[in-house]
Protein backbone atom coordinates (compact mmCIF):
# COMPACT_ATOMS: atom_id res chain seq x y z
CA UNK A 1 0.00 0.00 0.00
CA UNK A 2 3.02 2.43 0.28
CA UNK A 3 4.00 2.00 -3.21
CA UNK A 4 0.47 3.00 -3.94
CA UNK A 5 0.04 5.84 -2.10
CA UNK A 6 3.91 6.84 -2.97
CA UNK A 7 3.36 6.53 -6.95
CA UNK A 8 -0.27 6.84 -7.37
CA UNK A 9 -2.57 8.56 -4.11
CA UNK A 10 -3.43 12.00 -4.30
CA UNK A 11 -2.32 13.71 -0.98
CA UNK A 12 -4.75 13.86 1.95
CA UNK A 13 -6.25 16.99 2.89
CA UNK A 14 -5.25 18.64 6.36
CA UNK A 15 -7.73 17.94 9.09
CA UNK A 16 -8.82 21.34 9.67
CA UNK A 17 -10.52 21.31 5.96
CA UNK A 18 -14.35 20.23 5.90
CA UNK A 19 -14.91 17.29 4.21
CA UNK A 20 -13.29 13.30 2.98
CA UNK A 21 -9.65 13.44 3.98
CA UNK A 22 -9.06 11.65 1.08
CA UNK A 23 -9.98 12.48 -2.76
CA UNK A 24 -10.59 10.35 -5.86
CA UNK A 25 -7.48 8.39 -7.81
CA UNK A 26 -6.97 10.64 -10.98
CA UNK A 27 -7.95 8.10 -13.47
CA UNK A 28 -11.71 7.28 -11.80
CA UNK A 29 -12.26 10.64 -13.01
CA UNK A 30 -11.25 10.56 -16.21
CA UNK A 31 -13.26 9.80 -19.29
CA UNK A 32 -11.59 5.94 -19.60
CA UNK A 33 -13.05 2.64 -20.71
CA UNK A 34 -13.46 0.00 -18.12
CA UNK A 35 -10.67 -1.85 -19.63
CA UNK A 36 -8.55 0.95 -18.76
CA UNK A 37 -10.18 0.92 -15.05
CA UNK A 38 -9.33 -2.39 -14.47
CA UNK A 39 -6.32 -2.25 -15.68
CA UNK A 40 -4.88 0.87 -14.14
CA UNK A 41 -6.16 -0.15 -11.07
CA UNK A 42 -4.64 -4.05 -11.12
CA UNK A 43 -0.74 -1.67 -11.94
CA UNK A 44 -2.02 0.63 -8.84
CA UNK A 45 -2.91 -1.76 -6.80
CA UNK A 46 0.22 -4.51 -7.71
CA UNK A 47 -2.72 -7.12 -8.93
CA UNK A 48 -1.03 -7.78 -11.86
CA UNK A 49 1.49 -10.85 -13.18
CA UNK A 50 4.58 -8.97 -13.21
CA UNK A 51 7.28 -11.43 -11.56
CA UNK A 52 8.18 -9.12 -8.37
CA UNK A 53 4.53 -10.23 -7.30
CA UNK A 54 3.88 -13.24 -8.45
CA UNK A 55 6.79 -15.04 -6.79
CA UNK A 56 4.80 -14.12 -3.21
CA UNK A 57 2.30 -16.49 -4.14
CA UNK A 58 4.30 -19.03 -6.84
CA UNK A 59 7.67 -20.68 -6.55
CA UNK A 60 10.03 -19.00 -8.97
CA UNK A 61 12.29 -15.87 -9.22
CA UNK A 62 11.59 -12.54 -9.76
CA UNK A 63 14.03 -11.86 -12.48
CA UNK A 64 12.52 -11.14 -16.22
CA UNK A 65 11.57 -13.87 -18.02
CA UNK A 66 11.04 -11.77 -21.26
CA UNK A 67 14.36 -10.40 -22.18
CA UNK A 68 18.31 -10.97 -21.15
CA UNK A 69 18.84 -8.33 -18.42
CA UNK A 70 19.09 -10.34 -15.38
CA UNK A 71 17.20 -7.72 -13.82
CA UNK A 72 14.06 -7.81 -11.40
CA UNK A 73 10.81 -7.71 -13.54
CA UNK A 74 9.32 -4.90 -11.51
CA UNK A 75 7.19 -1.74 -12.40
CA UNK A 76 10.52 0.38 -13.34
CA UNK A 77 11.90 -2.41 -15.35
CA UNK A 78 8.64 -2.86 -17.39
CA UNK A 79 8.32 0.84 -18.08
CA UNK A 80 11.15 2.14 -18.67
CA UNK A 81 14.13 -0.76 -19.62
CA UNK A 82 12.73 -4.06 -21.11
CA UNK A 83 14.63 -3.88 -24.57
CA UNK A 84 11.18 -6.24 -25.35
CA UNK A 85 10.25 -5.12 -28.72
CA UNK A 86 6.64 -4.90 -28.16
CA UNK A 87 7.04 -2.43 -25.22
CA UNK A 88 10.04 -0.46 -27.70
CA UNK A 89 6.88 -0.25 -30.19
CA UNK A 90 4.35 0.77 -26.93
CA UNK A 91 6.65 3.66 -26.02
CA UNK A 92 7.62 5.43 -29.22
CA UNK A 93 3.43 5.20 -29.91
CA UNK A 94 3.57 7.39 -26.57
CA UNK A 95 7.17 9.25 -26.76
CA UNK A 96 5.64 12.34 -25.47
CA UNK A 97 5.00 10.76 -21.97
CA UNK A 98 8.52 10.36 -22.31
CA UNK A 99 9.96 13.19 -23.54
CA UNK A 100 12.03 14.72 -20.16
CA UNK A 101 13.38 11.19 -19.25
CA UNK A 102 17.38 11.02 -21.05
CA UNK A 103 19.41 7.63 -22.04
CA UNK A 104 17.16 6.06 -24.65
CA UNK A 105 18.92 3.41 -26.79
CA UNK A 106 16.89 3.37 -30.02
CA UNK A 107 15.71 0.07 -31.92
CA UNK A 108 17.56 0.34 -35.88
CA UNK A 109 14.96 3.06 -37.49
CA UNK A 110 12.32 2.19 -35.63
CA UNK A 111 11.96 4.97 -33.67
CA UNK A 112 11.46 2.87 -30.59
CA UNK A 113 13.61 2.69 -27.51
CA UNK A 114 14.02 1.76 -24.22
CA UNK A 115 16.41 3.16 -21.44
CA UNK A 116 19.73 2.39 -20.49
CA UNK A 117 18.72 3.36 -16.90
CA UNK A 118 16.39 4.88 -14.59
CA UNK A 119 16.13 6.78 -11.52
CA UNK A 120 13.54 6.55 -8.76
CA UNK A 121 12.55 10.28 -9.31
CA UNK A 122 12.21 9.55 -12.95
CA UNK A 123 9.46 6.27 -12.48
CA UNK A 124 7.77 8.96 -9.53
CA UNK A 125 7.64 11.85 -11.82
CA UNK A 126 6.11 9.59 -14.87
CA UNK A 127 3.44 7.89 -12.75
CA UNK A 128 2.61 11.64 -10.94
CA UNK A 129 1.67 12.87 -14.37
CA UNK A 130 -1.45 11.42 -14.44
CA UNK A 131 -2.56 12.16 -17.54
CA UNK A 132 -5.10 10.74 -20.38
CA UNK A 133 -1.96 9.34 -22.34
CA UNK A 134 -0.48 8.12 -19.47
CA UNK A 135 -3.15 5.96 -18.12
CA UNK A 136 -3.62 4.45 -21.75
CA UNK A 137 0.13 3.62 -21.92
CA UNK A 138 0.08 2.14 -18.81
CA UNK A 139 -3.36 0.22 -19.44
CA UNK A 140 -1.72 -1.13 -22.72
CA UNK A 141 1.21 -2.48 -20.49
CA UNK A 142 -0.55 -4.33 -18.52
CA UNK A 143 -2.25 -5.70 -21.49
CA UNK A 144 0.93 -6.76 -22.46
CA UNK A 145 1.70 -8.20 -19.34
CA UNK A 146 -1.26 -9.77 -17.87
CA UNK A 147 -2.97 -11.19 -20.35
CA UNK A 148 0.06 -13.57 -20.47
CA UNK A 149 -0.51 -14.40 -16.89
CA UNK A 150 -4.42 -15.31 -17.16
CA UNK A 151 -4.14 -18.48 -17.16
CA UNK A 152 -2.19 -18.71 -14.10
CA UNK A 153 -4.27 -15.81 -12.56
CA UNK A 154 -7.69 -17.62 -13.87
CA UNK A 155 -6.13 -21.28 -11.83
CA UNK A 156 -4.98 -19.45 -8.50
CA UNK A 157 -6.96 -20.95 -5.47
CA UNK A 158 -9.29 -18.47 -4.21
CA UNK A 159 -9.74 -20.31 -0.94
CA UNK A 160 -8.97 -17.09 1.29
CA UNK A 161 -11.62 -15.25 -0.79
CA UNK A 162 -14.07 -17.68 0.03
CA UNK A 163 -13.01 -17.78 3.46
CA UNK A 164 -11.53 -21.24 3.46
CA UNK A 165 -8.23 -22.50 4.76
CA UNK A 166 -6.52 -23.16 2.39
CA UNK A 167 -4.44 -25.73 4.47
Known amino acids: MDAYHAWMALPLKPSNVWGPSHLLPRYLEQELSRHVLRNIARFCLRAHSLRVETSCWQIHNRLCDKCDLHDVQDKEHVLFLMPLLRMCYLRRRFGEQFARCTGRTYIGDTGAFYFDNIGAKDVKLFLLKQTYKSFLFLSETMDIFCLAGSV ?14 PL
Open 152 to 165: HQAQQSTHLAEGLN
